[in-house]
């Protein structure tokens, strides 16, 4: 079951007009919320993202945040499975072709809930391959579009090779991965590259941020060079469905020793005790 413009019905049954300005232009904007043990993990941290996102593009938010909090509920309620990646998305709606934003259309809502799922035990043990690219997206990456075309042609570009991730640079610094935030570690110092228009601004990369603050593990947020990324000892890509990773092979060549280091060792144990004792019971202050 999903959910479209006020009805919930199988998603077989599920039509959007043509010249919906999301199908039409790509003009709309996402969320997925992660859900384990059917509780949506962080899901006002998520529900402000879509409210800045709207904004920023001057869409009109259709829901508030207890009508956002009752649907994703009821649809989370309707499905088989109990951890699920909720995915939202919200388009200008539909309109005769123009660039021009049309007047008085009412936004498109679309939420379908699909089986979340993490990296599997073998693939976090032994590490993950990516390649890198440089950064060719537009200059409003921290706007969580639907318009992912610059994004799925640099995943692409890690797919061919059979890698997880498109590591990305620009002007000889990192910005993220094509569906990933990044952290590397260099000297036992977690160092992640800070917000700004050219990333996108992941919760999961909070949760990582605020687990590394609480276990008092050495951590810098700053801007990273591209050398510092090739030298560094240890290469992290995190998101809701990929967790934390290491990468250990960039462009074909090892990440420190090749395995998953110590440090994100540790990462993934504070990870996965947080994900059981936070996220699997919604009781967020846990995480203090």
């Not at 879509?50 to 009821?74: F, K, M, T, Y």
């Not at 649809?75 to 995915?87: F, N, R, T």
């Not at 990933?180 to 941020?209: E, H, M, W």
């Amino acid at each position: 079951m999903i959910f479209l413009n006020g009805k919930f019905l199988p998603i077989e049954q599920a039509t959007v007009p043509v010249l919906d300005r999301g199908f039409i232009f790509g003009d709309g904007v996402y969320e997925l919320v992660p859900v384990y043990s059917r509780v949506a993990f962080r899901l006002d941290e998520h529900l402000a993202r879509l409210e800045r996102s709207l904004a920023l593009v001057r869409i009109r938010n259709p829901h508030n945040r207890q009508q956002w909090r009752g649907i994703i509920a009821q649809l989370i309620a309707l499905q088989p499975y109990e951890d699920q990646g909720v995915y939202f998305q919200v388009t200008r709606g539909v309109a005769k072709r123009d660039h021009a934003f049309p007047q008085g259309v009412e936004p498109t809502v679309f939420i379908m809930s699909s089986p979340l799922v993490n990296p599997p035990r073998k693939l976090v043990e032994r590490g993950a391959e990516a390649l890198s690219a440089p950064d060719y997206r537009w200059q409003k990456c921290d706007i969580k579009s639907i318009s992912l075309i610059g994004n799925v042609l640099l995943r692409q570009v890690s797919a061919d090779a059979g890698a997880a991730e498109t590591i990305l640079f620009r002007d000889g610094k990192l910005t993220e991965a094509s569906a990933s935030n990044v952290f590397i570690v260099r000297g036992g110092t977690i160092v992640a590259p800070p917000k700004s228009n050219l990333i996108l601004p992941g919760i999961t990369y909070d949760v990582v941020l605020e687990l590394a603050q609480a276990a008092r593990l050495p951590l810098e947020v700053r801007d990273v060079a591209e050398t510092e990324v090739r030298a560094a000892d240890e290469i992290w890509v995190t998101s809701s469905s990929k967790e934390v990773l290491a990468i250990v092979r960039l462009d074909g060549q090892p990440v420190g020793e090749g395995r998953p280091g110590p440090v994100f060792r540790r990462m993934y144990q504070l990870y996965q005790d947080f994900k059981k004792t936070v996220m699997r019971t919604g009781k967020e202050k846990a995480a203090a």
